[in-house]
């Protein structure tokens, strides 16, 4: 019989385990960015539960922040139900939103997580508009529930779904590494002729709108790969020329994430739709859509769920954007991030088989290629599976969690707390280019 909790686990639990494979370890505790394992050993968290720990690891203020809702005695699950831990949530989000949002804002609590409010986007803006088409992007990641994945880009995370339950028309996101269009990173110009096409109905011939757009400012599990200003401001026109709503996924870009409260900031646009869920939470499960008024046609009950009321979740979430927006954890994060960022640089330098680094804020990608390959029409090298896994548990050995992304898994993603510091910083890169330079040979 199985002995360990590592083996149990194995034994019990589904063949769908990921995090789990390559992050072969036991935590039983956390603070900050440091985890520790079942037998004593020390982690540099540079996951941060997939990015949903803005502080880190059981930060002060979102521990109290719970412990008062328990000591209150308040209801910890109380459907959708007016709180004023919730009324304190709203207005402490609604304080920090983008554009118009702020004012003409409407709040929907979704299901407890980012795919659960990726669907509700997407059926709002069906209701909305009365229309079924969908655009989204190569690359994109949604979530892994239907609607989420059928706006999902990449094949294999989506093949076993059919038949996919929104049209969905595919667009070429700006990924200059590896353009899939092989049109030397000129994305914008291909993005806007096929969306021009994708409105031709071929039944009539006329221009029928979709119902929605739906990008991440920051492609996350594509492979990190941040959207020129430029294109997203070119996004923005497109659709209200015609009329088809915005959806804005920042589950994993938003609270500060990319050195803005919001990624849409850099380029100063105000989605339609606002998708949020992760660090909104402080941890705990929240996932929210926030949209413009003139969407708001659904009728009483038309999307509703058992756990949207979790106040636990509300309380930490109040807790965490109350801190970034008091700190200015954005501008934190935008300074550590270019620390790290100059530093990665400097690796690369180093290693052939750093084909690229790039990011935003603390959102940062690198891409592991194979160094002795030819390169291709775009100056791009191959993807190197083999070392980027190899390199993970180099990193692992050495006391740093660190993931993988990107359409063959080869882009090292590093996603630390905001309020790393930048001796800590200066710690990952140190133990990263020990792992990298071990991981080649
Ligand atoms: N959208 C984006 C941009 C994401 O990064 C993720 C999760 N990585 C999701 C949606 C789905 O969120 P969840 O895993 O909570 O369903």
């Keep these: 019989p199985p ?18 494979r390559s992050l072969p370890i036991v935590p039983v505790r956390a603070s900050g960015m440091t985890v520790t394992g079942a037998d ?4 540099l968290d540079c996951l ?3 990015g949903s720990l803005a502080l880190g690891h059981n930060h002060p203020v979102v521990v109290e922040a719970i412990r008062k809702v328990l000591d209150d005695g308040a209801p910890l699950h109380i459907l959708d139900l007016a709180t004023p831990v919730k009324d304190a949530f709203v207005e402490t989000l609604f304080d920090l939103l983008p554009g118009d ?9 979704c299901g407890p997580t980012g795919a659960d409010a990726v669907e509700a986007a997407l059926k709002l803006t069906q209701t909305a508009t009365g229309r079924h088409g969908v655009l989204a992007f190569t690359g994109a990641y949604h979530g892994m529930t239907a609607g989420a994945l059928a706006v999902t880009g990449n094949v294999a995370v989506r093949a076993p779904l059919a038949p996919t339950p929104a049209t969905v028309t595919r667009l070429p996101y700006p990924y200059g590494y590896r353009c899939p269009f092989g049109l030397g990173g000129d994305t914008g110009a291909a993005t806007s002729a096929r969306f021009a096409a994708s409105l031709v109905d071929d039944a009539s011939g006329g221009v029928v709108p979709p119902a929605a757009m739906i990008l991440e400012p920051v492609q996350g599990e594509g492979g990190v790969v941040p959207a020129p200003g430029s294109w997203l401001r070119a996004m923005r026109d497109l659709t209200a020329h015609r009329g088809i709503p915005l959806i804005v996924d920042e589950v994993q870009t938003g609270a500060g994430r990319t050195g803005a409260m919001w990624a849409v900031d850099h380029a100063g646009i105000t989605p339609d739709v606002l998708v949020l869920s992760k660090a ?3 941890g705990l499960p929240l996932a929210v859509i926030v949209y413009d008024e003139s969407l708001d046609g659904w009728a009483a009950g038309a999307h509703t769920g058992t756990f949207r009321g979790n106040q636990l979740a509300m309380a930490a979430g109040t807790a965490t954007l109350r801190h970034i927006a008091e700190n200015t954890l954005p501008e934190h994060a935008e300074t550590i991030g270019r620390r790290l960022l100059a530093e990665l640089h400097r690796l690369a330098g180093d290693h052939g088989s750093i084909g690229e680094v790039r990011g935003r804020g603390l959102m940062l ?16 090298l191959p993807p190197a599976p083999d070392l980027a896994a190899r390199i993970r548990s180099e990193c692992l050995r050495r006391g740093l969690i660190v993931e993988l992304g990107g359409r063959d898994d080869t882009v090292l993603r590093l996603l630390p707390p905001l309020v790393v510091t930048a001796e800590q910083a200066d710690s990952v890169v140190e133990r990263l280019a020990a792992a990298w330079t071990a991981a080649e040979r």
């Excluded at 002995?3 to 990921?18: D, F, H, I, K």
């Design 40 to 43: 004593g050993t020390t982690y």
């Design 365 to 380: 990608g690198i891409e592991v290629v194979e160094a002795d390959a030819a390169p291709d029409d775009l100056g791009s």
């Design 3 to 20: 002995r360990t909790v590592l083996e149990r686990q194995q034994r019990r639990e589904s063949s769908a385990r990921t995090y789990a």
């Design 48 to 50: 941060s539960g997939a």
């Design 280 to 282: 909104i939470g402080g």
């Design 101 to 109: 949002l702020a004012r003409r804002g409407r709040i929907h609590f």
